[in-house]
């Protein structure tokens, strides 16, 4: 029995030590992989790259792969004493992989910014129900002779313990929020050389002697969240007051600071109205910025491969050289593909653009009847005219989207702020405006139209069978665009017609 006790700790032994070289050997191939990946996306993505480039600096001042082998060589060594010292390793290094795996992960601007979006919005309807239970109870209070003081008391304070949870869930993520910033910080302190050090050291010190400042300086130095802290801190104070004055039965006075309390409540919605309003602008402006980066990759590439493919039909080669040529040409095709794969992902998830979303579609269709050309090497006037069709259409987004940026840059130098009843356009601004759209949309039927009169010439010249059944395919291909383009034109009108309504 103990022999086949001490078997199976063996066997357990054995896969543990298996498991940490696997662990070992892919935190290696990681860090590799940040490197190379953070030099190849250099030349075409430089965000992406720096991102990567933050990742594998983290992993390496942390000594992630340091105390992992040093973890490995303890479970090796199979005493339990230097066991119970790899686990702690381990400990450490989990909490530093999830450090890493939210810096990568962070990437995707617009995931981030929904969630925060998304966030800062439950915590305005937080505060708006707040704010209506502070406004009962002062309507209650308007009732002098019937009111019942104790139960004027107990609502108050429940609208102040409300008010105050909303106060230390902020100050618990301000708090992580430096910590995050310290740690990073950190990272490029300790990457920067000693005559960084030395300089950061003296800024350091700088910054401590400029801490002291006028009350007026420092709270315009204060951050939004900072500032919303304040409000809700003053309203809660105002509601401490609230309960000193119904102790003492002055209802007037106890008005007088609930009414307070709603302003410094209202002045905290305000700013995270602002900042609801700040996060939707940035978010449009990253999508259109990532956007108008793919579709330039993809007109690139379409450009490219449109090349190869006129020299091949132009060509006079044997029939086995032309279809392997037209196949690798048919490769190149799929890239771009799933290139327009991506950029969908990501219209999809945004969710409000009806016109960018569908002629992407459009182009993808054009791209998938390319690349099944060219897989059986047809390479002809069909197939070339679908290719330009691809380039225009691509062409037409590109400029939608910098006319779209830069219609955007000039609203917002023109700009006030406008803190009042503005948070709810902000937050249903679209990618795209409605004119943008229509735009899109109006070039689309532009080379629907020029396409019907394409395949309609080309009956005409040439009767051949394969021709024709070809055309009809294609014919009906349009027809069903046509309804697509008819679709998105009435979801644009719906939703101008519902932005009119009052």
Do not use: W
């Amino acid at each position: 029995m103990q022999s086949s006790s001490q078997a199976f700790c063996q066997q357990l032994e054995l896969e543990l030590k298996a498991r940490q070289q696997v662990f070992l050997n892919n935190l290696t191939l990681l860090e590799k992989k940040l490197l190379v990946l953070s030099d190849f996306e250099s030349e075409r993505n430089q965000s992406r790259s720096d991102l990567l480039k933050k990742g594998l600096q983290l992993s390496q001042t942390k000594e992630l792969l340091v105390r992992v082998r040093e973890a490995t060589r303890l479970i090796e060594s199979g005493k339990s004493s230097e066991l119970r010292k790899a686990i702690e390793i381990q400990k450490s290094v989990l909490s530093d992989l999830v450090s890493l795996y939210s810096l990568l992960e962070s990437e995707n601007p617009q995931k981030s910014a929904r969630e925060k979006q998304a966030k800062v919005r439950k915590r305005i309807d937080l505060i708006e129900q707040i704010i209506r239970q502070q406004r009962s109870v002062r309507d209650i209070a308007q009732a002098e002779s019937k009111t019942d003081i104790q139960q004027l008391k107990t609502m108050q304070e429940n609208v102040k313990r409300q008010t105050s949870n909303v106060v230390e869930e902020l100050n618990s993520e301000l708090v992580e929020n430096q910590k995050s910033t310290i740690e990073e910080s950190s990272v490029e302190k300790m990457n920067s050389g000693d005559k960084d050090k030395q300089s950061d050291s003296r800024n350091t010190d700088l910054e401590k002697d400029n801490q002291v400042g006028t009350s007026e300086q420092q709270g315009k130095s204060k951050s939004p969240d900072e500032r919303i802290v304040k409000n809700l801190g003053d309203a809660t104070q105002k509601m401490s007051d609230v309960d000193r004055e119904l102790n003492a039965k002055k209802l007037a006075e106890s008005r007088v600071k609930m009414e307070e309390a709603e302003e410094e409540l209202g002045k905290a919605k305000e700013e995270l109205e602002n900042i609801l309003r700040q996060e939707r602008e940035e978010e449009v402006e990253s999508t259109l910025r990532s956007l108008e980066e793919r579709f330039k990759l993809m007109l690139q590439m379409q450009l490219e491969l449109n090349s190869k493919t006129v020299a091949l039909f132009e060509a006079t080669k044997p029939e086995s050289e032309r279809a392997i040529e037209s196949f690798g040409i048919a490769s190149l095709q799929k890239k771009g593909m799933l290139e327009a794969d991506k950029a969908l992902l990501m219209l999809d998830e945004e969710g409000s653009s009806y016109a960018v979303a569908g002629t992407l579609r459009q182009i993808r269709s054009d791209m998938q009847r390319i690349k099944s050309q060219l897989e059986i090497a047809k390479v002809d006037s069909i197939t070339l005219s679908l290719q330009k069709e691809v380039v225009g259409g691509l062409n037409d987004l590109v400029a939608a989207l910098q006319a779209e940026q830069e219609e955007n840059q000039k609203e917002n130098q023109g700009a006030t702020p406008d803190a009042g009843g503005a948070s709810q356009q902000v937050e249903q601004r679209p990618l795209l405006q409605k004119i943008a759209e229509l735009k899109i949309i109006r070039q689309v039927q532009v080379r629907l139209n020029a396409r019907h009169k394409l395949y309609a010439k080309k009956l005409a010249d040439d009767a051949n069978p394969d021709v024709v059944n070809t055309i009809s395919a294609l014919t009906k291909e349009l027809s069903e665009r046509q309804k697509l383009l008819q679709e998105m034109t009435i979801k644009l009108n719906s939703e101008t017609q519902e932005t009119r309504s009052p």
